[in-house]
């Protein structure tokens, strides 16, 4: 799957930025969409889903944090993934702080997520990211070396 399209979910505008950022400089993706917390990335979803906010250009990657206000990564990994018509074709990397085992098997035991990614997001993990979305259909995971 070309990857045109990603949603960064973080509630630190630092962090948003540094990722936006790196993704604009070193990539072909055409949209960059932010939500700063889990209920807002769900909303945003069933938006894209129920009209043209996407504009026929949904996220294939999510990138998500774990610690955020009103809803974390985890609540939102479990509305997401219960809403499995909702995500098909779109791969989930959390890109945390957090350097948790615990965090780490959490995440990983969710089908939808692909990868556990430390921050900040590198360009050579950005890109091992979007190697492997080009070539599978999101089967494999990724899993950053400096955790």
Known sequence: ????SVLVIDDSDFDTYLTQRLIQKHTTIQKVYVCHDGAEALELMKAGNESSVFEGNPPQVIFLDINMPKMNGFEFLRKFS???ENHKGISVY????S???SD?????AFDVVKGHLQKPLSKELLEEVLAECNRSTGQGRASSSKS
């Open 99 to 101: 350097s948790l085992d």
């Open 104 to 108: 780490r098997e959490q995440s990983l």
């Open 94 to 97: 959390m890109l945390t702080s």
């Open 82 to 84: 219960a809403q499995k």
């Open 1 to 4: 799957m070309k990857v045109n």
